[in-house]
């Protein structure tokens, strides 16, 4: 399949171009866009066959649910049992925008959108080429992130190329993304809401709107017997080629601990990779260093995290190591892509603990 790649002004995108775009969903096809959070590849949310595609492309598992994207509440609607209260407010504070909601799924949604699942997970994004790309698409878009399943997810069209170009029938480049981490997802099928995966939503952000709202237990434990409540949480994920290790500590702890490893690395002929920010780069020796930009700027950090993981499958590394990213906001989110890319593998200096699973 030859995929077309069409560059789509973000602000104004071509009327012409979505329509194209969006008769290409309706018929069934795939079509990968650019979101706020990260790059989708969509298809027609209400079609098995195109759900099914979405799979194959990805080599995603069939049990892992994608995620329904709308463009007003009138559409949610039509697809759910019914819009708790609390779900209702949560949409009137954050949609459209990077949240995501599971709700009880009607009759209209297909079991192969769902993975098999009672469930529907639907998100109104704010990104105007996504809205526009729903509109004329019908609707109705299925759209996890347009990346091969356990890479890390694209942040630009770029990445969306080197994965699935051939596998999808177009790529809107609308360039890069503004957030860079996947949504906030929060379960509203139980008693309570739970948040499944964290996101720029932050907890306290669901808080201020609803109360009080727990993680899902499976996220913050590290225990392989407690599942993750999205089944996508379990699936080992954004990881590079070469191994990752994080390490946490005091600036000096980690400067010192790290450069220690990298020597010795270098003894045995290995080459080691750093994930520094800016402040401390140049304290680094070893053989590539990368920066994810300043401590301070914690979306700048959320955004490079892709872009970094895949740059350095680029490198010729035995290694990564990396400073950890506890930032106020979004540090739940950052930490938990990063801990996962890592496969949980983690030093905290100041304990003298080591966690490996
Ligand atoms: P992605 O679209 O690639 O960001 O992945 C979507 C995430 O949402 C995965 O982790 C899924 O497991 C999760 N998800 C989608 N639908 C449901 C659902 N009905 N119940 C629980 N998790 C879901
Ligand atoms: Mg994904």
Sequence with gaps: MNTKVVKVDREHPDRELIECAGEILKQGGLVAFPTETVYGLGGDGLNASSSEKI????????????????????SLERIVRE??????????????????????????????????????????????????????????????????????????????EEDLSGRIDMILDGGEVEIGLESTIVDFTSEKPVIL???????????????????????????????????????????????LTIVQGSAKAVKDYINSQCRSLEKNGQRAGVIST????????????????????????????????RAFDEEDVDCIYSEAFDTPQMGQAIMNRLLKAAGHHIIYLEEQKEESK
Excluded at 61 to 71: F, K, T, V, W
């Design 278 to 309: 800016d402040e401390n780069q140049k304290f680094y020796q070893a053989a590539v260093v990368k920066s994810i930009g300043r401590r301070e700027d914690e979306e700048g950090i959320a955004r490079h995290l892709f872009g970094i993981l």
């Design 55 to 74: 799979y194959a492309a990805k080599g995603r598992p069939s049990d892992n649910p994608l995620i329904i994207h709308i463009a007003d509440m009138e």
């Design 197 to 243: 995966r964290p996101g720029y939503i932050s907890q306290e952000m669901i808080g201020k709107v609803i109360g009080e709202v727990e993680m899902d237990k499976g996220l913050l434990i590290t225990d392989s017997t407690v599942k993750p409540k999205a089944p996508g949480m379990k699936y080992r994920h954004y990881a590079p080629k070469a191994g």
């Design 83 to 160: 819009v708790p209260e609390e779900a209702r407010k949560l949409a009137n504070a954050y949609w459209p925008g990077p949240l995501t909601m599971i709700f009880q799924k009607n009759e209209n949604v297909p079991y192969e959108t769902t993975g098999g699942l009672e469930s529907v997970a639907v998100r109104m994004p704010s990104h105007p080429v996504a809205r526009a790309l729903i509109m004329s698409g019908g609707g109705y878009i299925a759209a996890p992130s347009a990346n091969t399943s356990g890479r890390p997810s694209p942040t630009c069209a770029e990445h969306v």
